[in-house]
């Protein structure tokens, strides 16, 4: 069945630093990835997302990278900050119709000062 | 508009119980979600409506729990009767046909004792 792996679970960085989060998935047809954020206590919060017809996308420091042929797509944080810490999830559409997304398990990241 | 609202945002009830969670989705989505959320299984899909039909109830964990859309603007999820496990963050999340990003509620943390 449908599937999404995300990688790592957990990652620490210093202030200032980058961060990358991997997810690949098992529907080959799959055309939507968007990746949410979700802050301590707080509901998950969609920040980029890409499609099957690009390979890239940025916004500000952020920035979404997908490779169709080997099904994976990642998260690149740039100059990161302590607010950027947070659990972050990739997701991908299922491509059976309808608007359903498959979750990957989550990425805690822990930026610090 | 307010965006997805979910009552309550906290219920603590004892096992046995009936546990009623509500949701209003923003106005003009045509899809709802139903989404739990644990710190072993993550954030699991239970059910999800279109135009106000279920379309896929395959992660509803039990018989003890059932879901409804009366119309389109209210969703309830129901566990009866509740037990220990059932703990967790209740998510519900709408989207509009036409884009498939997803917009969640506030939540409902369920402390079932």
């Known amino acids: 069945g449908e599937n999404v792996e995300q990688h790592p679970s957990t990652l620490s960085v210093q202030e200032g630093d980058s961060a990358v989060i991997k997810c690949t998935y098992s529907?080959?047809?799959?055309?939507?990835f968007p990746w949410y954020k979700q802050e301590l206590g707080k509901r998950p919060q969609l920040i980029i997302d890409?499609?099957?017809?690009?390979g890239e996308k940025k916004d500000q420091r952020i920035a979404v990278t997908l490779n169709k042929t080997a099904k994976h797509f990642s998260l690149h944080i740039t100059e990161t900050q302590p607010e950027d810490s947070a659990v972050y999830f990739c997701?991908?559409?299922?491509?059976?119709?309808?608007?359903?997304?498959?979750f990957g398990a989550g990425t805690r990241l822990a930026v610090h000062p | 508009d307010a965006g997805v609202i979910q009552s309550p945002r906290h219920e603590v009830t004892e096992m046995g119980q009936e546990v009623t969670l509500r949701c209003k989705p923003i106005?003009?989505?045509?899809?709802l979600f139903w989404y739990r959320q644990t710190m072993m299984r993550g954030l699991e899909l239970l059910i999800y409506?279109?135009?106000?039909?279920?379309?896929?109830d395959s992660g509803m964990p039990e018989d003890r729990f059932s879901a409804k859309m009366p119309n389109a603007s209210f969703s309830t999820l129901k566990i009866q009767p509740s037990e220990p496990r059932d703990s967790a963050v209740y998510f519900c999340?709408?989207?509009?046909?036409?884009?498939?990003?997803?917009?969640f509620g506030p939540g409902t943390r369920l402390t079932v004792t």
């Open positions: 999340a709408s989207s509009w046909d036409r884009s498939y990003e997803q917009y």
């Open positions: 529907d080959s047809a799959s055309n939507y």
């Open positions: 890409i499609r099957s017809n690009v």
């Open positions: 997701a991908a559409l299922f491509s059976g119709g309808y608007n359903k997304l498959i």
């Open positions: 106005s003009g989505h045509d899809y």
């Open positions: 409506f279109n135009n106000n039909v279920p379309i896929d």
